[in-house]
């Protein structure tokens, strides 16, 4: 974020991961998980706010996960069995996927995001701007969601570089 703080995942013994807040300098903090070992931090907002995943005290899978801004207070953000949250925006929003299918959370609700026109497999999302821009892939290719609305990125791609291969894929 603006303030140096980087979101990470610290390693320790046996397997044990925890999600943190890096201080850019010297020392982190570890945040709370849902009450298992697993849990990671994979982004960050200007308000310390921080988005990852976290498993329960039943194992996994894991849960997209929020922290408040002291990094002690967590929220589950999985209504069913899967969830991963990648990345938060300075306005609270989150993003990532919900049993493999991109998701928006905002202001407490769960907005699916949905696929590209004729797509039929799983959709994740990972990145989202304060503008509310959100980018992440639908069927392996990379998109972008506006307003609700999918893009295909490739569709962007001039045809010179289409007939040399190249492929967006997120």
Same mark, same amino acid.
């Given at each position: ?22 201080? /850019? ?26 988005? /990852? ?22 929220? $589950? ?18 993003? /990532? ?60 791609? $001039? ?12």
């Amino acid at each position: 974020n603006d303030y140096g703080q980087i979101a990470v995942t610290v390693s320790r013994d046996y397997g044990v991961r925890w999600a943190a807040i890096w201080d /850019g300098e010297n020392s982190y903090t570890t945040l709370n998980s849902l009450g298992g070992n697993i849990s990671s931090a994979m982004g960050i907002n200007n308000s310390g706010m921080v988005a /990852g995943f976290s498993s329960p005290v039943s194992g996994p899978p894991v849960h997209a996960t929020v922290w408040n801004g002291n990094g002690k207070s967590v929220a $589950d953000l999985t209504i069913n069995k899967f969830g991963l949250a990648y990345a938060i925006n300075n306005h609270g929003q989150i993003i /990532g996927e919900t049993n493999l299918h991109a998701a928006l959370w905002d202001n407490g609700e769960i907005i699916k995001l949905g696929n590209l026109p004729g797509a039929t497999g799983s959709s994740m999302a990972v990145a989202i701007n304060n503008s509310g821009l959100i980018v992440g892939n639908s069927n392996s290719g990379a998109t972008l969601w506006n307003n609700g609305k999918a893009l295909d990125l490739n569709s962007l791609l $001039d045809e010179s570089l289409k007939s040399a291969g190249w492929i967006l894929m997120s």
